[in-house]
């Protein structure tokens, strides 16, 4: 029996749903192995041409068949399709994992915005919703709009993990570490053993910060803690050409992160930039957050920067090194050269 369009799209969208690991997945799942840029970018290139292709009745037209054969062109079909006809949900919310694929975190965050509107209480969507508008930030905090979706979403689904986690982070931005760690510690009783370590460090980082003492650890996640020993070894050198361009006070950045996932890192290390070669450990007490860790991947980018600011976004001025894609169980040092100046 040949396929509805409804499932067929059903299908493709679920495709896409493994490429966007960090965007689309629930943060707090175990993760998948990261996929190869090149295979992500097919699967949403994919995607959106089965959306053009079959997902409205116009698009069954035998002029309408051509398949996009770029992810650029793909959008801008979708892109005029949802112009003349905006109130399809799903295609408001393709186009905005499309835009994150190719790092237009603005429009990502926009097209998210349209998707709520017309579905203003799919937790699912307002916990993207509001991911969108944190990474299209600056600063890359969740705003007022994007607490108030979080919120929202819960209402809807208390134990939503993926809004609550972020929920408590929009929290402990805003200086508010005790209603962090009650909105998070409802979760150490639903998220894997592995998970559940990580999770404790943020609660406890948070109730320390209130002045609340630690939660203690259960025996099963400090044998858990006892597996994250090892790490990646990452050894950063700076090139002699642009050694007259280390700035006073500067701040090494060596972090890592999935391969043709979001740009935010799955660990990471601050270190003064007063001597070089640099040695770094990298393991999953560097995460930044619980929900993605170092050993949960078999790949990762790993790549280091000099920020004369200290900030961790990354700044026009910076020096960089390329990124070195590298086995996550590798014994070998993993070296990297600053060798580039950010633009």
């Known amino acids: 029996m040949t396929p509805t369009p409804t499932v067929v799209f059903a299908l493709a969208g679920a495709a896409l749903v493994v490429f966007v690991l960090g965007y689309a997945l629930a943060p707090l799942w175990r993760s998948r192995p990261a996929l190869g840029l090149g295979l992500g970018l097919a699967l949403t290139i994919a995607t959106v041409a089965l959306y053009l292709l079959i997902g409205t009745p116009n ?62 209480d799919n937790p699912d969507l307002l916990a993207e919703a509001a991911e969108a508008r944190a990474l299209a930030a600056r600063d890359r905090r969740f705003d007022a709009a994007a607490v108030s979706m979080l919120q929202h979403a819960l209402q809807q689904q208390p134990m939503h993990q993926r809004a609550r986690w972020f929920l408590g982070i929009a929290l402990r931005q805003a200086e508010l570490p005790a209603e962090a760690a009650k909105t998070w510690e409802p979760l150490l009783n639903v998220v894997d053993a592995d998970t559940a370590v990580s999770l404790l460090e943020q609660i406890n980082g948070a ?54 996932g979001p740009p935010m890192p799955v660990a990471v290390e601050k270190h003064p930039a007063a001597k070089f070669p640099l040695q770094a450990t990298l393991d999953d007490g560097d995460s930044p957050m619980p929900t993605m860790k170092l050993s949960q991947l078999q790949q990762v980018q790993v790549l280091a920067r000099v920020s004369a600011s200290g900030n961790a976004i990354p700044q026009t001025g910076d020096l960089a090194s390329q990124p070195v894609t590298v086995n996550t169980d590798s014994k070998e040092p993993v070296k990297l050269l600053i060798d580039r100046v950010v633009e």
């Open 59 to 120: 698009a069954l037209k035998p002029e309408q068949r051509r398949a996009p054969q770029t992810l650029t062109e793909a959008v801008t079909q979708l892109e005029a399709e949802l112009e003349r006809d905006p109130n399809q949900i799903e295609g408001w919310r393709l186009l905005a994992s499309a835009y994150t694929a190719e790092g237009k975190s603005d429009k990502a965050r926009d097209a998210y915005a349209r998707a709520v509107k017309l579905a203003p």
């Open 207 to 260: 109730r320390q910060e209130a002045g609340m003492p630690a939660l203690p650890a259960p025996v099963a996640n400090v044998a858990a803690l006892a597996d994250t020993a090892g790490g990646l070894q990452v050894q950063v050198e700076l090139a002699p050409a642009l050694q007259a361009r280390l700035p006073a006070n500067a701040t090494v950045f060596v972090l890592a992160r999935q391969v043709g």
